[in-house]
């Protein structure tokens, strides 16, 4: 008896030793590991306790810092549709597969739910056939969480672990309705497990999102890293109006980003822009900033960046208002996906409602995305994923010939005419009648006899219809010098 007293006193200081260790809150039971990349595993444990990771065969150490933390780096692994246990020192995450994995970010489109409660009015935000997909989806294979709305003026971790779930019947109205169905969209093109994880929050303007080293890596906007956030609202908030501290920059990198690094992601999705019109080119920085800090924290420096041009929509103000129309985000959008070679643009002018910030049709919008990641990333050449986009313009006379890269055939469903319009001395614009050819469209407006400009769907309301031989619309463009 007395023996197997200290041998059970022995084994209960083992584990009172072994309970500090613990995973960070992005791992949890049924969570999915990148293949093919060095996977980051951490956590915490108490300072100076040596943690030992077992996964798949594999096994990796590390001493808790001063701190508390931990973090090794597992080999590169083939993708696994098995559920293996992850295990540090007495901790464990069960059924953990290895496939693909990609950060889902943005504001309320990307936000925007599978099924909601019911609604009436613009702002209603759930999918349009959400209800029917959430209930027969049957993919084990396939996983998500959703990091929760917080921010905060530090850096700090979560207060609760990752909820996974698995793409199972009834279980999904919850969840962004663009990560649902680019995951499954993945998972039944590339035959292997996919995982994505939600980090996103309406209304809310880019530049909370940027981290520190984002802001330094544009000159521009460098102040914006080491400013110092409020905590409390400078003055008392309208009724009825939530405080917005956490629109200050880096607020929601501090509580909804950094929480997540050094997860070993494929890439990332961003849905944003509708907070920040007015900006011009000034948001192509701030996208600049956002994929510099992005990239360097996830340790990527070729990180696959997959963005939405924002749709179109009645935003109450004309197009040619300064700075007051979706417009000007179009044209930074593009920009950015053209100067950074990791970045992509998924063009959705077709799919907007001029009543709803919250377009419904969001399987069209992740259709999109995965076209550019499987072209791009997974080296699916045979899938198309470029928008016809304007690559020279020319004038003769009083007719105006532009030609465009990624298309051939023209396709326009309908009867309207596509909205180009041209402009001469007098900064008038008129619509202007166009002949299609292969790659290639001629102009002509009545009343213009020295085209000086020309713009196409320069309405931020308006729906883009002209499309090339792959269902891909044209994007938005002003020439304002021919």
């Known amino acids: 008896m007395k023996r197997l007293s200290v041998l059970s006193l022995a084994a209960l200081c083992a584990l009172s030793a072994s309970a500090a260790v613990k995973f960070a809150s992005p791992f949890g039971d049924g969570m999915v590991l990148q293949r093919g990349k060095s996977v980051a595993v951490w956590g915490t444990a108490d300072a100076g306790e040596k943690v030992n990771v077992t996964f798949a065969g594999q096994s990796a150490s590390a001493t808790a810092g001063a701190d508390g ?40 489109n990307m936000s925007m739910v599978m099924w909601s409660n019911p609604y009436v009015a613009q702002h209603g935000n759930r999918d349009n056939n959400g209800y029917l997909d959430a209930m027969i989806v049957d993919e084990p294979l396939v996983r998500a969480c959703t990091v929760p709305n917080v921010w905060s003026a530090e850096p700090k971790e979560l207060a609760k672990p ?43 303007c880019l530049e909370t999102w940027v981290s520190p080293d984002g802001y330094r890596s544009v000159p521009s906007l460098a102040a914006n890293a080491d400013r110092p956030i409020a905590t409390k609202a400078p003055e008392p908030e309208q009724k009825g109006r939530r405080p917005r501290l956490h629109q200050q920059p880096r607020a ?24 920040n019109r007015g900006q011009g080119l000034g948001y192509k920085d701030r996208l600049h900033a956002l994929w510099n800090g992005w990239s360097k924290a996830f340790g990527d420096p070729k990180m696959p960046f997959y963005l939405v041009q924002i749709a179109p929509f009645d935003y109450g103000m004309k197009a040619d208002s300064a700075g007051a129309s979706a417009c000007d985000i179009w044209e930074a959008e593009e920009a950015f996906a053209r100067e950074n070679p990791y970045a992509g643009m998924a063009t959705i002018v077709d799919v907007g409602e001029h009543d709803n910030i919250h377009p419904g049709d969001k399987r069209t919008v992740a259709l ?57 001395a007098d900064g ?55």
Not at 171 to 181: K, R, V, Y
Not at 443 to 472: M, T
């Open 162 to 204: 990752l909820v996974w779930k698995r793409f199972a019947p009834g279980t999904l109205q919850g969840l962004s309705a663009i990560g649902f169905h680019y995951a499954l969209i993945l998972h039944r093109t590339l035959k292997v497990p996919v995982g994505v994880i939600v980090s996103a929050w309406g209304g809310t």
């Open 252 to 275: 929601l990198w501090n509580a909804m980003i950094y929480p997540l690094v050094p997860y070993t992601f494929r890439g990332a999705l961003w849905y944003q822009g509708e907070s």
């Open 428 to 482: 008038k614009f008129v619509p202007a009648k166009a002949k299609y050819l292969k790659g290639a469209v001629e102009l002509r407006a009545e009343g213009v006899a020295e085209p000086q400009q020309v713009r196409y769907l320069w309405n931020w309301c308006k729906a883009g219809r002209l499309k090339n031989d792959y269902g891909f619309p044209l994007a938005p463009f002003y020439v304002r010098a021919l």
């Open 368 to 424: 999109r995305l995965a076209a550019l990641a499987l072209n791009r990333t997974y080296g699916r050449k045979d899938v198309p994923c470029d928008n016809p986009s304007l690559k020279s313009s020319a004038v003769k006379g009083d007719t105006v010939t532009l030609t465009f890269d990624h298309v051939e055939n023209w396709v326009m469903h309908g009867l309207d005419a596509a909205p180009f319009e041209i402009a001469g």
């Open 69 to 108: 933390r931990w973090l090794v780096r597992l080999a590169p692994m083939e993708a696994c549709a098995e559920g293996r246990v992850l295990a540090a020192n007495g901790a464990e995450v069960k059924d953990v597969l290895v496939g693909e994995v990609w950060l889902c970010s943005g504001q309320s």
